[in-house]
């Protein structure tokens, strides 16, 4: 019998785990997960690493970190030194993935330190940097889409370098990263570089959405404000989405699409339910189409395999329903423009907070061996 991950692959969704940990990888439950639950794909960020490496049962990094001590190494060479590995080994597990997709999916995503999020010579060093250590040809290196990232993103692309960009919020800032990876394949073109290596995921965040904007709802309180909860991710996503096909179908694309490059995918992050009065599969059966990734939580990856009902898509007959979804927000009083600069502020610091925390655990690891 054919199960909803099957069935959620077929309609042309890319299944991509976000989580990541050594255990994982060594026990062989990544190389399971591949098998049963059609996963192609690995998600990662400093909060991932943090659980994973400053879990206390978890007792897999105790030799490397007591040998990096003796070495002398700083808090942040441990951390360049122990995730790398993680993503160098993950990727050796995708490997045939990434070979029997044609390139496309068995990729495992890297990010650059969040204390560079609003320096563009920084990222572009580091992704450089981790492109050339990790040195696996499935790699993706992790942007946010700052303002300050967008230069970084098409610099790196520019490269060469497969870039995941992450923390979009706004369809306004989705198409500075569409231009951004547009830009870097027309220097990569210039430079001769081959476009058809080039792979980019766009990481378009869903449930947040929905949390910042359900609290202005409920704090408006009128029963039309209220009619408005829980859609304006998924209104979001599925205009993202709308932006995607338009823009691929354009003239500048096309030139470089014929020359080899590939198109930049969307992928649905953040698609973990955090209200619980919502099914727990909603931004995973409402956001399907072809040519997307959706990157879940274990939790969310679980009950799709468990209950998931996948119809088929489910995205590109609702353009007109989700813009009037934002005529509603606005006619309530919602500043969504607000609401995604919010989030993005907000995820740029929940993930230094997570990075700094990880330093320390680190730090205090280090000191205990030396």
């Known amino acids: 019998m054919t199960t909803p991950t099957a069935a959620l692959s077929a309609a042309g969704v890319s299944i991509w785990l976000d989580d990541l940990s050594r255990t994982r990888i060594h026990s062989g439950n990544l190389a399971e997960l591949i098998a049963s639950r059609n996963v192609v794909g690995v998600t990662t960020n400093p909060t991932i690493f943090a659980n994973s490496i400053t879990d206390a049962s978890d007792t897999s990094y105790d030799a490397q970190v007591a040998e990096l001590a003796q070495r002398g190494a700083t808090a942040e060479e441990a951390i360049f030194e122990a995730t790398t590995q993680d993503v160098r080994d993950a990727l050796d597990v995708f490997r045939p993935v990434w070979e029997q997709t044609g390139h496309v999916d068995g990729r495992v995503s890297i990010e650059v330190s969040p204390d560079l999020a ?23 290196v992790k942007i946010p889409a700052t303002k300050a990232g967008l230069p970084a993103i098409a610099a790196s692309i520019a490269a060469g370098i497969s870039v995941n960009v992450t923390l979009i919020f706004s369809l306004e800032r989705y198409a500075e990263v569409i231009d951004a990876y547009l830009s870097g394949l027309e220097q990569a073109k210039d430079a001769g570089i081959d476009l058809s290596t080039i792979q980019s995921v766009a990481s378009f965040f869903v449930s947040r959405v929905d949390t910042e904007t359900d609290a202005r ?27 995607y096909e338009q823009t691929f179908a354009g003239d500048r694309a096309q030139a470089l699409l014929d020359a080899g490059a590939n198109r930049q995918r969307p992928l649905w992050a953040s698609t973990g339910v955090k209200d619980p009065a919502l099914p727990d599969t909603l931004y995973v059966t409402e956001l399907v189409a072809a040519n997307v990734v959706n990157t879940m939580p274990e939790k969310t990856l679980e009950a ?40 993005e502020d907000e995820g740029v610091s929940k993930f230094i907070d997570s990075w700094h925390h990880l330093l320390t655990q680190v730090r205090e690891g280090l000191d205990a061996q030396r």
């Not at 010579?121 to 050339?132: P, R, V």
């Not at 989700?322 to 500043?335: I, Q």
């Not at 423009?337 to 989030?343: C, H, K, N, P, Y």
């Open 217 to 243: 709802l409920a704090a408006i309180g009128t029963d039309e404000a209220l009619a408005l909860k829980s859609k304006a991710g998924l209104a979001n996503a599925r205009l993202a989405y709308e932006l």
């Open 118 to 140: 609003h320096d563009t010579d920084g990222t572009t060093a580091q992704a450089a940097e981790l492109w050339a250590k990790v040195d696996r040809p499935n790699l993706l």
């Open 304 to 343: 799709t395999f468990d209950h998931g009902v996948i119809t088929g898509d489910t995205i590109t007959s609702e353009y007109d329903a989700s813009r009037a979804v934002f005529t509603g927000l606005e006619s309530v009083g919602v500043d969504f423009a607000d609401v995604t600069q919010t989030l």
